[in-house]
């Protein structure tokens, strides 16, 4: 492993990894797109681990994502998003209450 790949590595192994970080797996999304032919282009509620989308936002810092506070994210800026959010009756309201 080059000295590029090897930093990177090691950086991003040394993480904070969030035990409420769910997600889908990617058979199941790319189903999900290909059924409502779908392209999203950002993933909402992400980390560099569970990202399905080039583009994401972190609830915590990630050195990858665009941004942070999925919240604070003017949602319309995009045509088409991605959201799976944690499980919590507090992160759904606010989702229910931005779409």
């Not at 997600?23 to 509620?45: A, G, K, M, R, V």
């Not at 583009?55 to 919240?71: C, E, H, I, R, T």
Request: glycine letters at 2%; one cysteine or more.
């Amino acid at each position: 492993m080059d000295g590029g790949k090897s930093i990177t590595a090691n950086t991003m192994s040394r993480l904070p990894v969030d035990s409420t970080d769910w997600t889908i797996t990617n058979e199941l999304y790319d189903t999900i797109c290909s059924h409502f032919d779908i392209q999203p282009e950002i993933d909402l509620f992400a980390s560099w681990i569970t990202s399905k989308c080039p583009l994401f936002v972190s609830k915590m810092d990630d050195p990858k994502s665009f941004a942070v506070n999925s919240f604070k994210q003017k949602w319309d800026s995009w045509d088409c998003v991605y959201c799976f959010p944690p499980i919590s009756e507090s992160v759904l309201s606010k989702v229910s209450a931005q779409v």
